[in-house]
């Protein structure tokens, strides 16, 4: 299984993006994705995972209201779309999936985001 993320950038404060991961070598619909983020000097923390099958989706308190992940089995891809940016939301973004109720065992590359004020 392979992961590739894309859309990040430097938006100010209040400001949107979206990312997208591509998946690919694998049955799509069959596993579990996610997006985490990490930022200089802090802990990887998971931001918002959608679960294969069921489609039932976790986000972080800090995220919530904010954040939408989503999925597109037609194109393997897997989306976050931000709102609403802080600052504080400022990190390297990954995507990860995993086989049906496993761990992440696969992670694309990170994609940087910045947030100014």
């Known amino acids: 299984v392979q992961l590739q993320a894309s859309g990040g950038g430097l938006v100010q404060a209040g400001g949107s993006l979206r990312l997208a991961c591509a998946f690919s070598?694998?049955?799509?619909?069959?596993?579990?994705l996610g997006w985490f983020r990490q930022a200089p000097g802090e802990e990887r923390e998971r931001v918002a995972n959608i679960v294969a099958g069921v489609n039932r989706v976790f986000y972080a308190d800090s995220v919530k209201g904010r954040f939408t992940i989503s999925r597109d089995n037609a194109k393997n891809t897997v989306y976050l779309q931000m709102n609403s940016l802080k600052p504080e939301d400022t990190a390297v973004y990954y995507c990860?999936?995993?086989?049906?109720?496993?761990?992440?065992?696969?992670w694309g590359q990170g994609t940087q985001v910045t947030v100014s004020s």
């Open positions: 990860a999936a995993g086989f049906r109720g496993e761990a992440f065992n696969y």
């Open positions: 070598g694998g049955r799509f619909s069959l596993y579990g």
